[in-house]
Every structure is written in structure tokens, then in C-alpha cells.
């Protein structure tokens, strides 16, 4: 099983790249939820892509890729970790037909935004939120590194039901470039196929591509599956709340639960929880004092 990114420079030229590939992380994932055939590629896709853009978090803490629609889907969601971990969901509307060749323009409606959000361990979070432009994952990320970073780039993402994978190339800052030999490395990158992202390690890749001029590979890192999910986060969440709003719950059900979108772990509190949660008998409270 293959879970790496791996990254490459160009001595001869300001090129960088990263290549990453996952299988059974992905698998992982993937199980979680019965996700239709168009909407797993989707979130695989944006998978390969949070994977490669955590690579450039220079400090402790977590990237955060969504893509939020108003059709059939609602939200994809990646967070990558500084210490090499991932994690990722999707949400839609499961009444809804989705053929399993819609296309991402198709899925998520007017008014789609991509929001990319960097949460450090210690300080305050940075966000930017930009249209989504483009019928892929890949066209939406080049589109938002052109409007937002200013740097040329081109990424190649592709997922199926076992395996994902992303290439991405980028024009160094604040060096030159000749657009000639920047188009040329892009054409030869733009001849790889799914299958070839999907199958071939990256040594076995960047050759087949890169063999005349080849980039210097750097020790592959590897990924991991990990949810950040716990108890005690959920009791957080129930607090914020308000006894209140979870006493109604636990009085008419005898208890609540809340499940894991990323993992599907399922935390249950009883009447004892909450109320020792709350330090008072919330139930008790809420059936004196019963909504009008």
C-alpha cells in the first residue's frame, strides 16, 4: 500500500513539484459513507489536492480545503495536518439521482465557492474564500493559485474507488522563467493519464515524464488517516449548546447522539452525562419549564 507525497525540484530551472499518492488511507475514507460514484471521485480528487497543498504549511496546524455548493452537493471537505495526517468528508442531498459521470459544475449548483482555510495549533486562522471557476477539482485549484498567489501552476488529480493521486508543477516566486521552457515541462506533464497518477509511483512517473531533464527527488513522506474527533470536543459542542436545547433531546429520547461526520464514531450521552456535564439536572429543568 502506497500513502506518500513526494517532492521534486528542477536544478536546471524554477520548477517545483509534489506528487502524492494514497490507497488504503483513501480506502479508509472512502468506506465511511455510501458515497455516489461521481461524488467520491470528487472528494478524492480534492483529497489528493489538500495532501499536496499542506506540503507548504510552514508551521503547526491544520489546512482546511472545502468546495461548498447550493445542488445535489453541498460541501467536500479536507483537512491535512502538519504532522502528515488527513482526513476528509462530503455532504449532499441523498434523495437526489447523480449520474456517475456528473461532472463537479453539475454537482454543485450556482453560487459554488472554494474556501481554503489555514488553522494553527497556536494563533489565529487565515481564510480565503474565491468563486469556484472550472468543471474539476484540478481547473478550480489552478484557477484560485493564478488569483490568489499569482503563480503559475498546473495540477493533475485523479481518484477512483482504490486509489487517488495529484501531480502538481509550479513556477518558483521571484525567479525567471522563460514561458517557453515553463510551457514546455507543462506539455509533458499534460500527456499523463489517470491511470498513470493512479498506478505509477513517483519515481516511475517523473521518469516517464521528466527522463531527458530529470528533477531531483527528495525522500518521500508519508500520509496517514487520523481524526481529530474526541469525547471531549463533543461535550464542547453540547455546552455551546445550552442545557437548554440538549435537556429538550435527552427528555424526549432518553439520551443524544452525535456521530463523526469523518470517521462515523458515534458519542452517546445519557441523562448522568449531561447532567454531570452541565453540573445541573438539565432535564428536570426543561420538563418545569417546558417551552410555550
Not at 180 to 192: D, K
Request: charged fraction near 20%; charge should be negative.
Amino acid at each position: 500500500m502506497t500513502n506518500q507525497r513526494t517532492r521534486f525540484i528542477f536544478d536546471n530551472q524554477p520548477i517545483r513539484g509534489i506528487h502524492v499518492q494514497l490507497t488504503d488511507v483513501w480506502q479508509h475514507i472512502a468506506q465511511q459513507k455510501p458515497y455516489p460514484k461521481a461524488i467520491r471521485r470528487a472528494l478524492g480528487e480534492l483529497l489528493a489536492a489538500g495532501a499536496i497543498l499542506s506540503s507548504n504549511l510552514k508551521l503547526d496546524g491544520t489546512l482546511i480545503v472545502q468546495v461548498q455548493g447550493q445542488g445535489s452537493l453541498k460541501m467536500l471537505v479536507v483537512e491535512a495536518t502538519s504532522e502528515d495526517t488527513v482526513r476528509a468528508t462530503a455532504r449532499w442531498d441523498e434523495t437526489a439521482a447523480i449520474a456517475d459521470d456528473a461532472d463537479l459544475t453539475q454537482l454543485l449548483g450556482d453560487n459554488s465557492v472554494f474556501v481554503l482555510t489555514v488553522q494553527p495549533k497556536n494563533g489565529e486562522p487565515w481564510q480565503g474564500v474565491v468563486p469556484l471557476e472550472g468543471g474539476s477539482i484540478a481547473d478550480m485549484l489552478m484557477h484560485y493559485m493564478t488569483r490568489s498567489e499569482q503563480l503559475q501552476t498546473h495540477i493533475a488529480l485523479a481518484a477512483d474507488d482504490n486509489h487517488i493521486g495529484g501531480l502538481l508543477l509550479q513556477r518558483l516566486p521571484e525567479e525567471e522563467l522563460d514561458d517557453a521552457a515553463w510551457e514546455h515541462v507543462t506539455a509533458l506533464a499534460s500527456t499523463l493519464t489517470a491511470t498513470e497518477l493512479l498506478h505509477l509511483d513517483a519515481q516511475n512517473l517523473l521518469y516517464r515524464l521528466f527522463h531527458e531533464t530529470p528533477p531531483r527527488v527528495f525522500p518521500a513522506e508519508n500520509l496517514e488517516f487520523a481524526c481529530t474527533c474526541s469525547r471531549g470536543k463533543v461535550s464542547d459542542m453540547l455546552l455551546m449548546l445550552g442545557g437548554e436545547e440538549v435537556g429538550k433531546v435527552v427528555a424526549e429520547e432518553g439520551s443524544i447522539t452525535v456521530d463523526c461526520d469523518f470517521c462515523n464514531q458515534h458519542y452517546t450521552f445519557d441523562e448522568t452525562d449531561i447532567n454531570a456535564l452541565f453540573g445541573m439536572d438539565v432535564v428536570a429543568a426543561v420538563q418545569r419549564h417546558p417551552a410555550h
